[in-house]
T-cell receptor, first 111, second 115 residues
Framework: DTEVTQTPKHLVMGMTNKKSLKCEQH?????MYWYKQKAKKPPELMFV???????INESVPSRFSPECPNSSLLNLHLHALQPEDSALYLC??????????FGDGTRLSIL | AQTVTQSQPEMSVQEAETVTLSCTYD???????LFWYKQPPSRQMILVIR??????QNATENRFSVNFQKAAKSFSLKISDSQLGDAAMYFC????????????FGQGTILTVHP
């Protein structure tokens, strides 16, 4: 069982929809991450939160909006996504500095 | 910029045999971490083993061990007594030794285990 919980596991949405991905951890980790992964490729870092503050934004389009309401929770708000945004979205958390522990991911499909 | 290279897109091994996955990296940093992650078709990224650059001793976790050659910037993973459950995509990853780490991944190696 993973210690980083992601919901939903699967999401299908239209290009005009607004949806959110959720990530939760109760390991006391102070850094949390969002990654995007295409099939048979390595994960690509999107955002890093450290102590609930956004520390890294890897030039991600504004249609992706992260949020860290508290030290255990990380959200990724989605709006007006494009078909090329279909991918596996992975959340991770880590003590400082390492290692990162990943969730099972959300499989996102854009119609 | 740091780079991580996995030169073997695919590898195969017979059950109970030993296989070694290769990884090289490039960095000018002296303080860093190296990792091997496993991603089976179930898609969860699972940490297999980690190595701190300042430690000369090679890390070992049960059937998994690494050969860390710091001067050569090489970090290979050896899987002993391979099991069917070892079949997965394996990623080598690098992180600077800062307070929170951006992981730089290699392109991955698909490992097939034959019964």
């Amino acid at each position: 069982d993973t210690e980083v919980t992601q919901t939903p596991k699967h999401l299908v949405m239209g290009m005009t929809n607004k949806k959110s991905l959720k990530c939760e951890q109760h390991m006391g980790h102070r850094a949390m991450y969002w990654y995007k992964q295409k099939a048979k490729k390595p994960p690509e870092l999107m955002f890093v939160y450290s102590y609930e503050k956004l520390s890294i934004n890897e030039s991600v389009p504004s249609r992706f909006s992260p949020e860290c309401p508290n030290s255990s929770l990380l959200n990724l708000h989605l709006h007006a996504l494009q078909p090329e945004d279909s991918a596996l979205y992975l959340c991770a958390s880590s003590p400082l500095p390492q290692p990162q522990h990943f969730g099972d991911g959300t499989r996102l499909s854009i119609l | 910029a740091q780079t991580v290279t996995q030169s073997q897109p695919e590898m195969s091994v017979q059950e109970a045999e030993t296989v070694t996955l290769s990884c090289t990296y490039d960095t000018s940093e002296s303080d860093y971490y190296l990792f091997w992650y496993k991603q089976p078709p179930s898609r969860q990224m699972i940490l297999v083993i980690r190595q701190e650059a300042y430690k000369q001793q090679n890390a070992t976790e049960n059937r998994f061990s690494v050969n860390f050659q710091k001067a050569a910037k090489s970090f290979s993973l050896k899987i002993s007594d391979s099991q069917l459950g070892d079949a997965a995509m394996y990623f080598c990853a690098y992180s600077r030794g800062t307070s929170y780490g951006k992981l730089t991944f290699g392109q991955g190696t698909i490992l097939t285990v034959h019964p």
